[in-house]
Structure formats: structure tokens, C-alpha cells
T-cell receptor, first 112, second 113 residues
Framework: GQQVMQIPQYQHVQEGEDFTTYCNSSTTLSNIQWYKQRPGGHPVFLIQLVKSGEVKKQKRLTFQFGEAKKNSSLHITATQTTDVGTYFC????????????FGTGTRLLVSP | DVKVTQSSRYLVKRTGEKVFLECVQDMDHENMFWYRQDPGLGLRLIYFSYDVKMKEKGDIPEGYSVSREKKERFSLILESASTNQTSMYLCAARAAGMGYEQYFGPGTRLTVT
């Protein structure tokens, strides 16, 4: 079945260091979304990418969609303690676009 | 600014009990979802509904059923709770069509003893 994997599973950085999480789908995606879940919270939508090779920025966060639309990345420049949480990518299911298939998630811990 | 609410944040039930988890959304969205979240396993889809009285199984439907009698309400039912159903349960809602964001509820931490 369709799978969306993320690496790394977990990363611990010092405040000020950069961080990147990678998302890889077993199938081509029409779009990809990114969500952030703070500790004890629920996933919250960050952004959506639609075009092949698309790059979008939100302050210190840079999101990329691969040329083949099978992978994506989220890069955080100069992490802050407020970046702590788990980051999920998600794409439409190949058996019905109403469902999202979520990646396995990357948990980020930032030490001050 | 409340969008998706869940009936309980924490719930403790005994093995064999019938458990109801309720979810209500105020966005008039067609699609509603139930996930469970366990450490290291990410978000796994249990069931989803794309319209009133319509439902589809997700990836892990065994041991669960759902009910959607009204558009705004989607219930998850554990017919006979078991300890391996101890988990965080997240409800979500999303508009029909491509490319809409998904709104999650705050989650229910269910413990089955």
C-alpha cells in the first residue's frame, strides 16, 4: 500500500542550529501538506505545496516539493525552543483523494 | 475560534466496556476522520466519513465502529474495549475536494485497564 516515510525519526539540536526533515512517498503526490504537533497538542496545518520543484518560506521555515513530486523537505534555520514538536508531512491517498496519508513524523527537540 | 472539539481529553475505561468517543466540528465540512496516535507509529487512520451516514474503513478498523448521523458529529465506538486500544485518539475534519487543510481536535487520551 501507499507509504509515506520521514527521516530522521528524531533529532535533538542545540538552539541556533539548523534542522531538516525529509519526506518520501512511495507514489507520486498531487500535493503535499506539512503539519506541526507541539508536545501535548494536536497537529496543526503549516503549509501546502502543489507544483513540482516548488519552494515556499515561512520566516525561518523553508519547504520544498521534489521535482518528481515524490519527496519533500522542511528546513528550519537557526532553531528556537518554540520549534519543538513533531513535524508530519501528508499527501492525498491514491485510493481516494479525500484521505490524507500522513508520514511517520520527525520529532524535534531543541535545547537552549 | 473553536473548530473541532472532542468530548473528553482523558478517559479511563475497563476491559470489555463499550466506549463512545464523540467529535463535533463547526465548519460544515463534509469529511471527518478518526485517527489513533501511538509512539513511533505516527497517525493511523481508523475510519473516515465523507457524508452523513457514509463511512469507509481506514487502515486499522478492527475493533472499532463509527456513526455519523449528523454532518457536524462523528462518533468512534469501541464495542468491547481492550488494553491494546489504549492510545491517543484524534478526530479531524476537512472540506471536500483537493488541497484543503485538515483540522484536528485536541485529542482524547484513552486508557483501558
Amino acid at each position: 500500500g501507499q507509504q509515506v516515510m520521514q527521516i530522521p525519526q528524531y533529532q535533538h539540536v542545540q538552539e541556533g542550529e539548523d534542522f531538516t526533515t525529509y519526506c518520501n512517498s512511495s507514489t507520486t503526490l498531487s500535493n503535499i501538506q506539512w503539519y506541526k504537533q507541539r508536545p501535548g497538542g494536536h497537529p496543526v496545518f503549516l503549509i501546502q505545496l502543489v507544483k513540482s520543484g516548488e519552494v515556499k518560506k515561512q520566516k525561518r521555515l523553508t519547504f520544498q516539493f521534489g521535482e518528481a513530486k515524490k519527496n519533500s523537505s522542511l528546513h528550519i534555520t537557526a532553531t528556537q525552543t518554540t520549534d519543538v514538536g513533531t513535524y508530519f508531512c501528508a499527501g492525498p491517498g491514491n485510493t481516494g483523494f479525500q484521505k490524507l496519508v500522513f508520514g511517520t513524523g520527525t520529532r524535534l527537540l531543541v535545547s537552549p | 475560534d473553536v473548530k473541532v472539539t472532542q468530548s473528553s481529553r482523558y478517559l479511563v475505561k475497563r476491559t470489555g466496556e463499550k466506549v463512545f468517543l464523540e467529535c463535533v466540528q463547526d465548519m460544515d465540512h463534509e469529511n471527518m476522520f478518526w485517527y489513533r496516535q501511538d509512539p513511533g507509529l505516527g497517525l493511523r487512520l481508523i475510519y473516515f466519513s465523507y457524508d452523513v451516514k457514509m463511512k469507509e474503513k481506514g487502515d486499522i478498523p478492527e475493533g472499532y465502529s463509527v456513526s455519523r448521523e449528523k454532518k457536524e458529529r462523528f462518533s468512534l465506538i469501541l464495542e468491547s474495549a481492550s488494553t491494546n486500544q489504549t492510545s491517543m485518539y484524534l478526530c479531524a475534519a476537512r472540506a471536500a475536494g483537493m488541497g484543503y487543510e485538515q483540522y484536528f481536535g485536541p485529542g482524547t487520551r484513552l486508557t483501558v485497564t
